[in-house]
């Protein structure tokens, strides 16, 4: 188990303790994910095959934050690669629709993503765990994933060292460290 993973996946848990909360990032979470991939599909990094296919900035992200998540946790970041391949995908097809369909897409999944996260914390009581650890961006769905693997009764080890953790950086803990 992957001492790194625990603390993040504790430090954005405690963030995100109410169910509505949680509820909300399950909306807001990939539709931001699939909205960053649109307009990075217009940046082609280099093209293969005879010039028939480019391998895009998309690509690229989803290939780094892919090594990222493996590395965290083979089981949740083979999760995480898959997910993140389908609305790469999704997104792929968005932007082949042109930058009108591409731009609108992209600002209505992006605002309305940010819109259910900001309101699952107003539920929540709490700024957002990325306004004290810009890491957390990256966390965040591998946040989910491991919640729905937690769900089925899997990776039991992980999930108690989560929760064993995720206190210490409870509202409480956090001013106590700042005294």
């Known amino acids: 188990m992957n001492p790194f993973f625990v603390e993040q996946m504790a430090m954005y848990s405690a963030y ?9 990032h399950f909306i807001g979470i990939p539709s931001i994910v699939f909205a960053i991939f649109i307009p990075l599909h217009w940046v082609p990094l280099f093209e293969m095959w005879n ?9 690229a992200l989803w290939v780094v934050t892919g090594i990222f998540y493996l590395w965290l946790d083979r089981t949740i970041g083979g999760l995480m690669v898959l997910v993140a391949f389908l609305l790469m995908m999704a997104a792929e097809w968005v932007a082949g629709q042109g930058s009108f369909v591409g731009w609108t897409v992209f600002a209505v999944a992006f605002i309305g993503g940010w819109i259910f996260q900001l309101v699952g914390h107003v539920f929540e009581g709490r700024r957002p765990a990325l306004a004290d650890n810009i890491l957390q961006a990256l966390i965040g769905p591998t946040f989910l994933v491991a919640e729905a693997v937690f769900a089925m009764g899997l990776k039991r080890e992980l999930h108690e060292a989560v929760e064993a953790r995720w206190k210490n950086y409870s509202v409480g803990a956090m001013r106590e460290r700042a005294a």
């Open 51 to 59: 010039g028939e296919t480019s391998v895009t900035l998309a690509t």
């Open 16 to 24: 995100h303790r109410d169910g509505r909360n949680r509820a909300t």
